[in-house]
């Protein structure tokens, strides 16, 4: 919603393309907040209902005193690009922190989803360096680094991450019991077998055709 703001025309005019973009990316968002809640248990929806009032209440905070107390897209843009600049960098450099550097693991760090966060921050910083946004040059940029490291990261840790059991188990085979087949059984010296006390008991199992 940050970036959304930034490109307003508003804040900071001249961005259609970055206003687009964030534009769907706020949709596609509502839409996996939407299932999320849909699926999600009581607890759960709780939990994320209180992180995003708390973001809502944030993101009004800013957009009054940034319309309120800046009266110059200049002003406007160093302020709301600052906080860009602040949490870009804390999206891209997330992974590293808790899904690798953690738990020494890329079970849950997909090599696609390094691969294009690598590309996407390359575009972005391509694009910022051409109009010179610093706003937009400094997380992408960042971005493209992260990148760089997860890559590297996970050709360290793929091979010392512990593969995933087949969940497809094969059940033991037992073999088919021959006719007229007599089968020990052990009994306890305490049972009494036959009227007396016995360690063994033959059973004569049939199988009729």
Not at 170 to 191: C, G, H, M, R, Y
């Amino acid at each position: 919603m940050l970036w959304v703001f930034y490109v307003l025309p508003i804040v900071h005019p001249n961005s259609i393309l970055v206003v687009t973009i964030n534009g769907i990316s706020l949709v596609i968002e509502a839409v996996y907040l939407t299932i999320f809640f849909l699926f999600s248990d009581k607890k759960n929806k709780k939990k994320m209902g209180v992180v995003l009032a708390t973001e809502a209440l944030f993101m009004a905070a800013v957009a009054v005193g940034v319309l309120l107390g800046a009266h110059t897209h200049q002003r406007r843009s160093l302020i709301v690009g600052i906080l860009c600049v602040i949490f870009g960098t804390i999206m891209y450099s997330s992974p590293l922190t808790i899904m690798v550097v953690k738990t020494k693991s890329v079970e849950y760090m997909p090599l696609l989803l390094s691969v294009v966060s690598f590309l996407n921050g390359l575009c972005w910083t391509l694009y910022a360096l051409i109009r010179f946004d610093i706003f937009i040059t400094i997380p992408n940029g960042l971005g493209v680094l992260f990148a760089i490291m997860q890559l590297i990261l996970y050709a360290i840790y793929y091979r010392t991450t512990p593969k995933k059991q087949d969940k497809n188990l094969e059940l033991p085979t037992v073999a088919p019991i021959a006719k007229d087949t007599s089968i020990v059984a052990p009994v306890s010296n305490d049972d009494d077998v036959n009227g007396s006390t016995a360690s063994h008991a033959t059973i004569n199992i049939t199988i009729e055709p």
